[in-house]
């Protein structure tokens, strides 16, 4: 099994800064994509942003250079930086992850969640 474990939610400012963490642990062979969604009430759950473990980088159109994905470098963890927060950020943030993980018979890839992490930007 797999876990996400997320931290680094809260409650900010508009024009504040917040960095979220990810980090994922358990039988893993490799992490092939990590990244963050987000969800805010009555919206459906949308991309932030992802990294593969080549290093390549989406980033959604309303990131507009605000936020900066990190991490990867074989340590299975990602971290989310984002600065010149705005009200309309205000959401549950996803930790996301698609993984190879070991069995005793074989190797498989499947996506992974964690529980979420809640980011309140008041005005």
Not at 45 to 66: C, H, N, P, Q, W
Not at 73 to 102: F, K
Request: contains cysteine; aromatic residues 10%.
């Amino acid at each position: 099994q797999v876990q996400l474990v997320e931290s680094g939610g809260g409650l900010v400012q508009a024009g504040g800064s917040l960095r979220l963490s990810c980090a994922a642990s358990g039988s893993i062979f490799s992490v092939n994509r990590m990244g963050w969604f987000r969800q805010a009430p009555g919206k459906q759950r949308e991309l932030v942003a992802t990294m593969t473990s080549g290093g390549s980088i989406d980033y959604a159109d309303f990131v507009k250079g605000r936020f900066t994905i990190s991490g990867g470098n074989g340590q299975n963890t990602v971290y989310l930086q984002m600065t010149s927060l705005e009200p309309e950020d205000t959401a549950v943030y996803y930790c996301y992850a698609h993984i190879t993980i070991l069995t005793i018979f074989s190797r498989r890839a499947q996506e992974y969640w964690g529980q979420g992490t809640q980011v309140t930007v008041s005005s």
